[in-house]
């Protein structure tokens, strides 16, 4: 491939990097009207993290258009010397309390097929530990007039309730239920979102999915602290 079209595929795939960081509020449904607790999460992505830096991504047209005015939205596009890109995103909900759908669910519908998914633990920054749900995608794209290839991503997620946290939907469902009759505690959710896509092939020395793994386990090693209240200490089993 010439690096022409090296640098053309490199953009697309930035751009498709950029709208998968929009599937997380889009996957945001159903309203009760429960009192708001207290969230478990700051709404301030950090600028710097690690050699990565972060500029701020406003939410789409669709995601205001559909989601309670009251639901909060930050996002950022981190890039690095090296040309990496991660996109993060973290959807809280408001007073209009909605229930938050697993992105299985909503994945295929941007165009990205499921290979797998697992559980990575991470020992953050400040001490606490983290388990996130990492899924390994795939989607074709057209890097040039008919050329096709398959791009891979891996798409980190976490919930964070009132103290709590937890990779998994069913986890955060049964809380919810559990905690609202057992504590009168109707769980602030958040849903975070740290994900890139796997570069090589794409760029010089680009990272293979290994790589990106290893690579987003750091960032969110050092990332999570900076939003994660100190309140909420650790996993739901």
Same mark, same amino acid.
């Given at each position: 491939m010439s690096e022409g079209m090296r640098k053309g595929a490199?953009?697309?795939? =930035?751009?498709?990097?950029? /709208?998968?960081?929009g599937v997380a509020a889009l996957c945001v449904l159903v309203p009760t009207s429960n009192t708001t607790p207290q969230a478990g999460v700051v709404m301030d992505l950090p600028e710097q993290v690690g050699g990565f830096r972060g500029k701020e991504v406003a =939410?789409?047209?669709?995601? /205001?258009?559909?989601l309670p005015k009251d639901t909060q939205i930050t996002r950022r596009e981190y890039v690095d010397a090296g040309g990496d890109r991660i996109m993060a995103s973290i959807v809280l909900s408001g007073g209009e309390k909605r229930s938050i759908h697993r992105p299985e669910v909503c994945l295929p519908a941007q165009g990205w097929t499921m290979r797998g998914g697992r559980v990575e633990e991470i020992d953050l920054a400040d001490g606490r530990d983290l388990e996130v749900m990492n899924l390994s995608l795939v989607r074709d794209i057209e890097v040039a007039q008919g050329d096709r290839r398959k791009l891979y991503a891996n798409y980190f997620y976490w919930f964070v309730g009132s103290e709590v946290t937890t990779p998994h939907h069913w986890s955060r469902v049964f809380l919810t239920s559990l905690d609202r009759i057992t504590k009168n505690l109707n769980h602030r959710w958040a849903y975070v979102i740290v994900m890139s896509v796997v570069t090589e092939g794409f760029m010089p020395l680009g990272k293979n999915e290994t790589q990106t793994v290893e690579m987003l386990k750091q960032f969110?090693?050092?990332?999570?602290?900076?939003?994660?209240?100190?309140?909420?200490?650790?996993?739901?089993p």
């Open positions: 490199w953009v697309r795939v =930035a751009v498709l990097l950029a /709208l998968g960081g =939410a789409t047209m669709g995601e /205001l258009a559909t969110t090693a050092e990332a999570a602290p900076s939003f994660m209240r100190a309140s909420t200490p650790g996993l739901a």
